[in-house]
Nanobody, 125 residues
Framework: QVHLEESGGGPVEDGGSLRLSCTAS????????MAWFRQAPGKEREGVAA????????YNDRPFKGRFTISLDDAKTTVYLQVRNLSSDDTAEYYC??????????????????WGQGNQVNVAS
């Protein structure tokens, strides 16, 4: 079992930056991929960025290239999402997630086994 604790959300000014953090606890040897998804009001949950704890490779889904950066700490138990130049379109609940195994489709929610509680980001326009 893996528990994911997120932090770093809240209100942000238009054009600002923030860094979300997600720390894994429990059986932290297992998670293969860690990723960030987000869900805006009235929209489906969408993948933002993912990183492999075992290989160190990372991917951003196409709409999120450039402004979003995913990274791991040295212990590989905390994953970060750095976001710059925020706009009101980025207002959403941001979720951290982890998979037990390698995934076939990096940005499909069903590939992941554990989810954080969600972290609301509100960008004031």
């Amino acid at each position: 079992q893996v528990h994911l604790e997120e932090s770093g959300g809240g209100p942000v000014e238009d054009g600002g930056s923030l860094r979300l953090s997600c720390t894994a606890s429990g059986n932290t040897d297992n998670p293969w991929w860690m990723a960030w998804f987000r869900q805006a009001p009235g929209k489906e949950r969408e993948g933002v960025a993912a990183i492999s704890r075992r290989r160190g490779v990372s991917y951003n889904d196409r709409p999120f290239k450039g402004r979003f950066t995913i990274s791991l700490d040295d212990a590989k138990t905390t994953v970060y999402l750095q976001v710059r130049n925020l706009s009101s379109d980025d207002t959403a609940e941001y979720y951290c997630t982890a998979s037990l195994d390698n995934v076939a489709v990096v940005f499909h929610p069903s590939e992941y086994n554990f989810w954080g509680q969600g972290n609301q980001v509100n960008v004031a326009s």
